[in-house]
């Protein structure tokens, strides 16, 4: 089946450093990919949505500039981390639609610590 | 008020047991319903995914949606041990996966 590949599983990294994760479909090509941050015992937080080609749609209270995405080619997004904070600190999970089958796939996660 | 409302939990059951999860929403809406499980520190892997009201099963798990009652839930027959995760419902008016999630619920399912 498809799958989505999200690397770095996990990343520990000094304050005021960037840090880059990547989230690849492996079997489809993704249009559409969603970046989410959950906290420990709470649900998923949509930040911001990756379109191929065009500008990330940012959610309400989420700093562009901190959280570069790239949606360079139809497999890859990428999302950088800039000049990190131990606030930033959290699972970081992406999910790409896979449009031929109209489903929703998720990476791994990310489990960023930033000391 | 938060427009999905889901029990954290922790539910913990005996193997074998049936397992009721459940959401309540306040979007009358949405009419995408989804359910996810979620182990420990991995990305969520959809279990179940309805639209509008009814039911729907899939092996032991059947889920439901009263949008009348704006409620959905999620049965898990002959619970194993494997089924311990977090599980998460999900909802969105389009289908466009502008998905708006519960908290989760913890499900400890014990041998």
């Known amino acids: 089946g498809a799958v989505v590949s999200q690397h770095p599983s996990w990343v520990i990294c000094k304050s005021g450093t960037s840090v880059k994760i990547e989230c690849r479909s492996l079997?489809?090509?993704?249009?559409?990919m969603f970046w989410y941050r959950q906290f420990p015992k709470q649900s998923l937080m949509l930040m911001a949505t990756s379109n191929e080609g065009s500008k990330a749609t940012y959610e309400q209270g989420v700093e562009k500039d901190k959280f570069l995405i790239n949606h360079a080619s139809l497999t890859l997004s990428t999302l950088t981390v800039t000049s990190a904070h131990p606030e930033d600190s959290s699972f970081y999970i992406c999910?790409?639609?896979?449009?031929?089958?109209?489903?929703?796939?998720f990476g791994s996660g990310t489990q960023l610590s930033v000391l | 008020q938060k427009e999905v409302e889901q029990d954290p939990g922790p539910l913990s059951v005996p193997e074998g047991a049936i397992v009721s999860l459940n959401c309540t929403y306040s979007?009358?809406?949405?009419?995408?319903f989804m359910w996810y499980r979620q182990y420990s520190r991995k990305g969520p892997e959809l279990l179940m995914y309805t639209y509008s009201s009814g039911n729907k099963e899939d092996g032991r798990f059947t889920a439901q949606v009263d949008k009348s009652s704006k409620y959905i839930s999620l049965f898990i027959r002959d619970s194993q041990p494997s089924d311990s995760a977090t599980y998460l419902c999900a909802m969105s008016a389009f289908l466009n996966y502008q998905l708006i999630w519960g908290a989760g619920t913890k499900l400890i399912i014990k041998p």
């Open positions: 979007n009358s809406a949405f009419q995408y």
């Open positions: 999910s790409a639609r896979d449009p031929g089958k109209e489903k929703l796939f």
């Open positions: 079997d489809f090509q993704a249009t559409t």
